[in-house]
């Protein structure tokens, strides 16, 4: 991991930012408590974001990934209400909500879409309510009911363990899943040949992806989650059809915007106008905007000159023709 | 039940209900749910950008939601499946706490100008939400057909020199000027809500398009309307009632078409 | 879902429903048109509706058995993006005789709802305009400075008396108290500050600074990260890694954090000062309730702060302090 950063950071230096600030920058940039952790905290959420983000992004469910932050917030408010930790009100409002929308038995992206915003908007709804109670009867914040950004740099050393054991779940059940996902979302009814339901396969996918969301906001900030889980997964899914080697290359390229990302925000103290630093959410999802729109260019010149596209490139006529899924 | 403030609560209520029955119904239409979430977020970043600036507040957020709008309509494709518009929605919201963190003063007060509440609306502003809900019902209505034919006939919409993107552009406009007008007014929550629920139920009761409409604003109207009398009546806040009304209502749509085409 | 297309012939005439509906909410909004939830203000009092306990707790102390307060008891933390004015407090808004409320956007929605119940009898007293200070004033907390409260019992005392001419004597010998009160809180600071004054402490947010300053103590944390805490924008690791170092290295004599708050950013923060020794000082952003008044409020944060900086005691729970202590 160390030299993941290092590497990292003589890529920047290589690049001639500064040279001098640059020197300085690095020797500190390791010894920094924060930043280790940050680098910890956001390596295993990335690497859960590529792993979900893949299967999320080819199924469709960019809104849903976006959408469960602010659903699970809702779990946060009542947490804050039983007087329990957020995460399990995030996690357990996660669930509730994957439930409900593999249950709608939607057909379409576009309908998956629409019942996720009807759910959005109840627990819009639900959250007002709980955060006027919890206003009105308690004397809390409701700070951990919704945090946007700000919480990169103040991971503690005591929630790394209980990151690492959530990752694993998330990827385990995900490598569980993983096949029967890629197959029913081509052909639905050669899982149910086999005996098989693709629904099942898809309620463990949205659970994880539930799970995995309500960790990565918590830790990260909401917004951070949201573009990991989707940006790195459908940037790689651009330019490669083979689902094992999008997983891996998503989960990769997550790190290393991540990891950049957190270079620049440590470099950024000298920047203007305040020189007090560029918020860390900023830069990463900068960052991630930036990746995707390259591989959108990437995907149009290999197109240009007759190359194979990805599994979300293209028309959907050309996806139909031209990539089969290799698992 | 009817003094000054709650009568504003009614008028303004019933504008953005029928603002939210119309749009949302062609919203629905085209599948641009997670745009119509994403507009209103994107007002966030405008009003740090309108503070830094020094100027009034709306022209940040409808600079910015108009933005947005560019930026969804113009990379969003039917491959890609909402991952530009979760992009550029995190990236605005990233760009908004770049801006707070520069101003370095009392974020509140800056963004104060975001948290519409319906039950604090005054006259001048039942003026201007009702002004925008025309404008805005009357646009969509302009490019109703054209819309239309684009969603369900791409085909022949492209045979008849209709650009996808331009229509998608063209509505999606709309939403970031009802968003910009009307989130001050009434909030992000009630007009998400009632941009995305109606329309989703009223496409489960009616078939006709003209009906469809009707029907979504018909069930926005009696949301809203319910909504503010059980508020009054209960003390608990109006979003929690439409939020679970929109809910209550799509299951119910779905449910009740199930049972009848069976 | 179907098919727009298929549907068409399934699905003629549904109109029924939504018609019945409407025809069943008619009636509903009939039956309860003549409940309301009025405001809960006594007959015959001045009505006083304060946005935040703090300035409640002052208008009672100067009004007495003559006014009739009500505090909105919103918490300022909750995320103003989900809080919802309650149709309660609009309705109190709109009968209230005076208002009472912080102003700098710290209460945004009291504007809002003064707007739309428009009454030119009603006296608003906005704390911010009450001082004369400019509205890019960056700290908003401006009750932990007791001067403050002086202005606003003055401007109360002849609110209410220019409201209830009969009882002026009144007002101004409920004012006298609170003034001598007041002085009394005054003879504490500044025995603190002779003896404390100078001494380096450390905060998260700018929530009791105007009371750390006049009590002369030392505030090393820089106020841009103060202000990123309140605003919940990221810290950059520097920041972060000078806050640890002021505590580590036990550069200061008290850490301060908001009592209110439970972020992870604050409670890093908290931890870091326990793990060094630290004292730690819990500040209420609002008036704790039951049990205190304004001026034992900041008496118990004052007693606080002496214990972490005597004694190196942490509190991280107000005890009631008695002002003749």
Redesign the interface.
């Known amino acids: 991991m160390i030299n993941w950063g290092m590497a990292v950071i003589s890529l920047a230096a290589a690049q001639g930012t500064g040279s001098k600030a640059v020197a300085n920058g690095a020797s500190g940039f390791l010894f920094s408590s924060p930043v280790d952790h940050a680098l910890v905290a956001g390596t295993l959420v990335a690497i859960c974001a590529g792993v979900v983000g893949t299967f999320a992004v080819f199924r469709g469910q960019s809104f849903a990934t976006h959408s469960l932050s602010d659903i699970g917030a809702a779990g946060g408010a009542a947490a804050l209400l039983a007087g329990v930790t957020p995460l399990a009100g995030f996690a357990s409002m996660g669930t509730v909500a994957a439930i409900a929308l593999e249950s709608a038995e939607t057909t379409s992206a576009k309908d998956r879409d629409i019942t996720t915003g009807v759910l959005l908007g109840g627990s819009f709804g639900l959250s007002a309510l709980l955060l006027y109670l919890a206003s009105n009867f308690t004397n809390v914040s409701g700070a951990t009911t919704g945090v946007l950004f700000g919480s990169l740099f103040t991971v503690s050393a005591s929630t790394l363990p209980f990151l690492a054991a959530i990752s694993v779940v998330v990827v385990l059940s995900v490598g569980l899943v993983a096949r029967r996902l890629t197959l029913a979302s081509f052909d639905p009814d050669l899982v149910r040949v086999k005996g098989k339901s693709p629904r099942t396969a898809g309620l463990i996918f949205l659970v994880a992806l539930g799970l995995a969301v309500a960790m990565a906001s918590l830790s990260l900030g909401a917004i951070l989650s949201a573009a990991l889980m989707i940006g790195p997964a459908a940037s790689v899914l651009r330019l490669t059809s083979r689902v094992g080697t999008a997983v891996l290359t998503a989960s990769l390229l997550a790190v290393a915007e991540t990891w950049l990302g957190i270079y620049l925000a440590y470099e950024s103290y000298s920047w203007p106008p305040n020189h007090d630093g560029w918020p860390a959410s900023f830069l990463v999802v900068a960052l991630v905007l930036l990746v995707y729109l390259a591989s959108r260019g990437l995907e149009r010149l290999r197109v240009l000159m007759g190359g194979n596209v990805g599994l979300s490139g293209g028309s959907a006529t050309e996806r139909g023709r031209g990539a089969t899924p290799h698992v | 039940?009817?003094?000054?403030?709650?009568v504003?609560?009614w008028i303004a209520g019933t504008f953005v209900a029928v603002l939210g029955g119309v749009v949302g119904f062609y919203v629905?239409l085209g599948?641009n749910?997670?745009a119509?979430?994403a507009l209103p977020t994107s007002a966030f970043a405008g009003a740090g950008a309108a503070a830094i600036a020094g100027v009034d507040p709306l022209v940040g957020l409808l600079a910015f939601s108009l933005l947005g709008a560019v930026g969804i309509a113009s990379?969003e494709?039917?491959?890609?499946?909402?991952?530009?518009?979760?992009?550029?929605?995190?990236?605005i919201?990233?760009?908004g706490?770049?801006f707070?963190?520069?101003t370095?003063?009392?974020?509140?007060?800056?963004?104060?100008?975001?948290?519409?509440?319906?039950?604090?609306?005054?006259?001048?502003?039942l003026w201007a939400i009702g002004g925008t809900s025309i404008v805005c019902v009357g646009a969509v209505g302009l490019m109703s057909r054209p819309i239309t034919i684009s969603v369900?006939l791409p085909a022949s919409a492209e045979a008849a020199g209709l650009n996808q993107g331009r229509m998608k552009l063209a509505l999606l406009a709309a939403v970031a000027l009802a968003t910009s007008i009307a989130l001050p007014v009434v909030?992000?929550?009630l007009i998400?809500?009632l941009l995305?629920?109606p329309a989703?139920s009223a496409?489960?009761?009616?078939?006709?398009l003209r009906?469809g409409v009707?029907?979504s604003v018909?069930?926005a109207v009696?949301t809203v309307?319910?909504s503010i009398?059980l508020?009054?009546?209960?003390?608990?806040?109006?979003?929690?009632?439409?939020?679970?009304f929109?809910?209550l209502g799509?299951v119910g749509a779905?449910t009740?078409?199930k049972v009848?085409?069976r | 879902m179907i098919p727009l297309s298929r549907r068409k012939n399934v699905l003629r005439g549904r109109l029924a429903a939504p018609v019945a509906l409407v025809a069943l909410t008619s009636v509903l909004a009939g039956g309860v048109a003549g409940c309301s939830s009025a405001a809960q203000f006594r007959n015959g009092s001045i009505r006083v509706l304060a946005a935040e306990n703090q300035y409640g707790d002052i208008a009672q102390q100067i009004g007495g058995r003559y006014v009739s307060v009500i505090s909105v008891e919103s918490n300022p933390n909750v995320d103003p993006h989900s809080y919802e004015l309650s149709p309660r407090v609009a309705s109190e808004a709109d009968s209230a005789q005076v208002i009472v409320q912080n102003g700098l956007g710290y209460d945004g929605f009291m504007n809002k709802v003064e707007a739309a119940t428009p009454n030119p009898h009603r006296n608003i007293v906005d704390v911010r305009r009450l001082l004369g200070l400019p509205s890019s004033t960056p700290n908003p907390h401006l009750w932990y400075e007791p001067q403050t409260m002086r202005r606003l019992a003055i401007s109360l005392e002849a609110t209410f008396g220019a409201l209830q001419p009969s009882h002026r004597g009144y007002f101004s010998a409920r004012a006298s108290a609170f003034f001598s009160s007041l002085n009394l809180l005054g003879t504490k600071i500044a025995s603190f500050k002779a003896k404390f004054g100078g001494q380096p402490v450390a905060v998260t947010e700018p929530v009791a600074d105007y009371l750390l300053q006049d009590l002369g103590l030392r505030i090393l944390t820089p106020f841009a990260f103060q202000a990123k805490v309140m605003n919940g924008v990221d810290l950059s690791p520097q920041e972060i890694t000078a806050q640890n170092k002021l505590l580590s290295t036990r550069q200061v004599k008290a850490f301060v954090y908001n009592e209110q708050v439970t972020d992870p950013v604050t409670e890093s923060f908290v931890a870091e000062a326990e793990k060094s020794s630290v004292p730690v000082v819990g500040a209420f952003e609002t008036m704790p309730t039951p049990g205190f008044n304004y001026q034992n409020w900041m008496a118990a944060e004052l007693n606080a702060l002496s214990l972490a900086i005597d004694s190196g005691m942490s509190s991280r729970n107000l005890q009631q302090g008695a002002l003749n202590g």
Not at chain 2, 203 to 208: E, G, H, I, M, W
Not at chain 2, 234 to 242: A, K, S
């Open positions: 039940m009817f003094s000054s403030f709650m504003n609560a629905v599948g749910t997670f119509a979430h990379l494709n039917r491959a890609s499946q909402g991952v530009p518009t979760a992009l550029i929605t995190t990236f919201l990233g760009v706490s770049l707070l963190s520069i370095n003063s009392y974020g509140e007060q800056i963004f104060a100008v975001l948290f519409g509440q319906v039950l604090g609306i005054s006259r001048g502003e369900l909030g992000a929550l998400f809500t995305v629920s989703a496409r489960y009761l009616v078939s006709s009906g009707v029907a018909m069930i009696i309307w319910l009398g508020a009054y009546l209960t003390n608990l806040p109006v979003g929690f009632f439409v939020g679970t929109g809910v799509y779905r009740l078409s009848t085409s």
